[in-house]
Nanobody, 123 residues
Framework: QVQLVESGGGSVQAGGSLTLACSIS?????????LGWFRQAPEKEREPLAT???????AYADSVKDRFTISRDNAKATIYLQMNVLKPEDTAMYYC????????????????RGQGTQVTVSS
């Protein structure tokens, strides 16, 4: 069964940076057409953030496109989300997910997702 495991979350002050990683196992990473990140804060809707295709095309939500960067290392079967200039409103649980289609920073359907990693940004 395909597994996605996030890491790299934590607490940071506003203006700081974090890099999240998502390790993918039990599948050849290039067989996944679309990988991406989304977040969800308590009592809020799931918010798609960024996607990367198996041909390295990237897309971002408008809310993060100038601050976040998605990337991948196929040899390590890992995708990353570099997050800069973090704001308190970025506080949420961050998830990576695998899907078949990337569109405008979102992916669907979500075939698998990880358990999430918490990011907390203090002012």
């Amino acid at each position: 069964q395909v597994q996605l495991v996030e890491s790299g979350g934590g607490s940071v002050q506003a203006g700081g940076s974090l890099t999240l990683a998502c390790s993918i196992s039990n599948i050849y990473i290039l067989n996944i057409p679309c990988l991406g990140w989304f977040r969800q804060a308590p009592e809020k809707e799931r918010e798609p953030l960024a996607t990367i295709t198996n041909r390295d095309a990237t897309a971002y939500a408008d809310s993060v496109k100038d601050r976040f960067t998605i990337s991948r290392d196929n040899a390590k079967a890992t995708i990353y989300l570099q997050m800069n200039v973090l704001k308190p409103e970025d506080t949420a649980m961050y998830y990576c997910a695998a899907g078949t289609t990337c569109t405008d920073g979102n992916l669907f359907p979500v075939l698998r997702r990880g358990q999430g990693t918490q990011v907390t940004v203090s002012s």
